[in-house]
């Protein structure tokens, strides 16, 4: 139960980018009761938050949280960040809805992003996976959206073609069905097959629907290199002749050959809201991304799935044309591979799930193809097949000038895209996220703190239609975090999971699930959305 609280003296960043102002605020019920000066209140916990920064709770704008958020409740990484709200079921990766028949596959295709996922981890549909988090129970709140994936699964399994209008209908129906029961949108990830087979009919099929049912259409875009802004043109394309808001994945421009395209990429998004598009973008704040091995991989080696893989693999002819794709040996026309711009030894290996293989993490590819006397390549294959596909790679392909116009834009709000994987060595970013934003950058004048808070707090909330967070006013859920000045991100790429300091309570829904820096281990959290979110107080 939340327990009413009189907050003295903080200064509050109250998440719409105004300057700081110290007051007191009163919390009853799990809700921000009172703003005001030397508040009277008798018989509430009074908290002496003198010198510390009170803001609305961080919401990470783009997680893959869902799975982690089945098995470890606390979530313990997040609240030590000071989130309050994740976004799962991002990229076209969530772990519903299913139909007779996809299970296997939903089941398979999420493992080759986490690792081994089991058979009561996937679910019929939004309201099954929020009962099982419901039941479970979660130390903060949840919105999720609806993965292309597995409308895709569901519908037309690992084939790799553009789906009938039987098909769209049918993919559009399953979708209607988790949006009225309380998901926050649809995610496309066009680089990851089976999403990446769809063409424009069945996108702007599925788009209008989401845009019927007043929600949200996310997107991983079809390519972030040589073709970032081609990919942008589609999804922009979709968005205005859909009507539908739009959230753009972790803009980033990717290889070295392609630094500097930040600014047109900029550009072209303003050029898009003149033109009356509702679109903005999420981005973490680190010049390395991270995804599964199998984005190195042309989409069609994908088709059929990994098991479709893994049959081409036993084929030399295939072999060999990879090969040759993948060092950037392919004839003219064929638009390079990731390796060949980024090159292997910027491609680090995090995480795997074969316990033999365990040595290799934290090793750049062509470390780790030295030390075992074989090519990168030949690891490549290797880890495919022996990790069953799961491994996953941090890959350092950003510019830190791009990286710093696209977070400093006015259109960006903060989302870790973490990918998280207990005992690996993954990316930092889902350990320093927000703590990195808050301390570190604002030290080094990427912006105001209050600007920072905004791109943590209200510019999702109002994306993902979270009408009563993201914002210090009365009547808002209690969500909140006190931190001082020193807060600073730990997490390095060498020792990535380390907490970040200088974050002292955080509250969900009036309740404190971390206080002077400690895990109370309490789960007020609840999977918003529909009648999923009004029991949060
Ligand atoms: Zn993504």
Request: proline share 5%.
């Amino acid at each position: 139960m939340p327990v009413d609280c009189l907050i003295r003296d903080a200064r509050i960043v109250d998440g719409t980018g105004a300057p700081w102002f110290v007051s007191d605020v009163l919390l009853r019920d799990g809700r921000i009761a009172e703003i005001g000066k030397a508040i009277q209140a008798d018989g509430v916990r009074v908290l002496d938050a003198q010198g510390l920064y009170l803001a609305p709770g961080f919401i990470d704008a783009h997680c893959h949280d869902d799975l982690i958020c089945l098995r470890e409740p606390e979530r313990i990484e997040k609240i030590a960040q000071g989130v309050t709200t994740l976004v799962v079921g991002n990229c076209s990766f969530s772990l519903y809805p299913m139909v007779a028949g996809s299970a296997g596959n939903l089941r398979k295709h999420f493992s080759t992003l986490l690792g081994d996922v089991s058979d009561n981890e996937v679910f019929e549909d939004f309201a099954g996976y929020r009962d099982a988090i419901h039941g479970r129970g979660l130390a903060l709140n949840l919105v999720s959206l609806v993965g292309h994936a597995a409308l895709r699964l569901a519908v037309i399994g690992h084939e790799r073609r553009a789906a009938t209008d039987a098909e769209c209908k049918e993919m559009q129906a399953l979708l209607a069905r988790q949006l009225r029961a309380g998901a926050a949108g649809l995610s496309l990830g066009l680089v990851y097959p089976p999403s990446a087979y769809a063409d424009r009919g069945e996108l702007l099929a599925l788009s209008r629907t989401v845009q019927e049912n007043g929600k949200l259409l996310a997107a991983h875009i079809r390519g972030y290199e040589g073709d970032l802004l081609d990919s942008m043109d589609e999804f922009i394309g979709l968005l205005r002749d859909s009507g539908v808001p739009g959230l753009l994945s972790h803009l980033q421009s990717a290889g070295r050959p392609n630094w500097g395209q930040m600014t047109d990429a900029l550009s072209k998004l303003e050029q898009a809201r003149q033109q009356g598009v509702d679109i903005s973008f999420d981005m973490y704040p680190y010049p390395a991304g991270s995804s599964y091995i199998l984005q190195l991989l042309p989409t069609d080696a994908l088709e059929g799935g990994y098991d479709g893989l893994v049959a081409r693999l036993a084929q030399g002819d295939f072999r060999e044309q990879l090969r040759f794709y993948l060092e950037g040996k392919s004839p003219k026309g064929v638009p390079p591979s990731k390796v060949s711009l980024i090159g292997w030894e910027n491609v680090r290996i995090s995480g795997v799930s074969n316990p033999g293989l365990k040595s290799l993490e934290g090793q750049s590819m062509v470390q780790a193809a030295v030390d075992l006397g074989i090519s990168p390549f030949d690891l490549l294959v290797r880890l495919i097949l022996e990790d069953q596909g799961q491994t996953s790679i941090v890959m350092f392909q950003l510019d830190e000038k791009d990286l710093h116009a696209a977070c400093t834009h006015r259109l960006h709000m903060v989302g870790s895209d973490g990918l998280p994987r207990p005992g690996t060595k993954p990316h930092p970013r889902a350990y320093g996220t927000f703590p990195r934003v808050a301390g570190r950058l604002r030290r080094e004048g990427w912006f105001a703190l209050e600007d920072a808070v905004c791109r943590m707090t209200s510019r999702a909330a109002e994306r993902f239609g979270l009408a009563d967070r993201g914002l210090i006013r009365p009547g808002m859920a209690a969500d909140l975090v006190l931190f001082g000045d020193a807060i600073e991100d730990c997490a390095t790429f060498d020792s990535p999971t380390r907490l970040p300091t200088g974050i002292e309570h955080v509250l969900v829904a009036g309740e404190m699930v971390l206080e002077n820096g400690k895990m109370t281990g309490r789960l007020p959290g609840r999977v918003l959305g529909q009648d999923g979110g009004k029991k949060n107080a």
